[in-house]
């Protein structure tokens, strides 16, 4: 079946722009995560979604990110006024929610704030 | 402390040795361990569950040990495919997963 999507793959954008992330989960995949990955750096933890309970939004690192999924389908990410710090490749995963079950990535959007 | 360490290697090894990376996490409440495979600029794809009693797939061998907090994954038989940076995942039950840095594996002819 289908793998979890994500749009666009790259994104090139000025300096104080706004941006958005799309991810499409896997079909039937309740929990919804969103990560950063910096160049040469580990996965850091933006917010994550299960169901309908409210998101764990504890990785978000500032007011200017933000995220929303409609029920157990696609999840948008935001970046308001856009930092060159901003720039990394942005990852989503999907995973079925129940404990233990492992994550499947999307293969990221690469965002280059110039 | 962070949840999850690892040795960021990189490890530079010869086709055919073996190689073993360990990875320590810090709650002891965890509850579900996973490495993952990530190559160079790719997003990470699952390698294994890590399960209690150890587990083996192929030329993989992962192994968890709780008493003392840490996961291991060994490699034997190193081929040049097998290079790549290695990620340790831990969950503590309620879907939260905490990724280590990475060990960067070279397999060299």
């Known amino acids: 079946g289908a793998g979890v999507s994500q749009s666009p793959s790259n994104k090139v954008t000025e300096k104080g722009k706004d941006v958005e992330l799309r991810c499409d989960p896997i079909s039937g995949h309740t929990a919804l995560y969103w990560y950063r990955q910096r160049l040469g750096q580990g996965l850091e933890f933006l917010i994550y979604f299960q169901g309908n309970s409210a998101p764990d939004k504890s990785g978000l690192p500032s007011d200017r990110f933000s995220a929303e999924r409609t029920g157990e389908s696609v999840s948008t990410l935001t970046i308001q006024r856009t930092q060159q710090e901003d720039s990394a490749v942005y990852l989503c995963a999907s995973s079925r929610g129940n404990r233990g079950n492992e994550q499947f990535f999307g293969p990221g959007t690469r965002l280059t704030v110039l | 402390r962070k949840e999850v360490e690892q040795d960021p290697g990189p490890f530079n090894v010869p086709e055919g040795a073996t190689v073993a990376f360990n990875c320590t996490y810090s709650?002891?409440?965890?509850?579900?361990f996973f490495w993952y495979r990530q190559d160079c600029r790719k997003e990470p794809k699952l390698l294994m569950s890590v399960y209690s009693s150890g587990n083996e797939d192929g030329r993989f061998t992962a192994q968890l040990n709780r008493a003392s907090q840490y996961i291991s994954l060994l490699i034997r038989d190193s081929k040049l495919s097998d290079s790549a940076t290695y990620l340790c995942?831990?969950?503590?039950?309620?879907?939260?997963?905490?990724f280590g840095s990475g060990t960067k594996l070279n397999v060299k002819p």
């Open positions: 995942v831990v969950s503590s039950g309620r879907d939260k997963f905490y």
């Open positions: 709650n002891s409440a965890s509850q579900s």
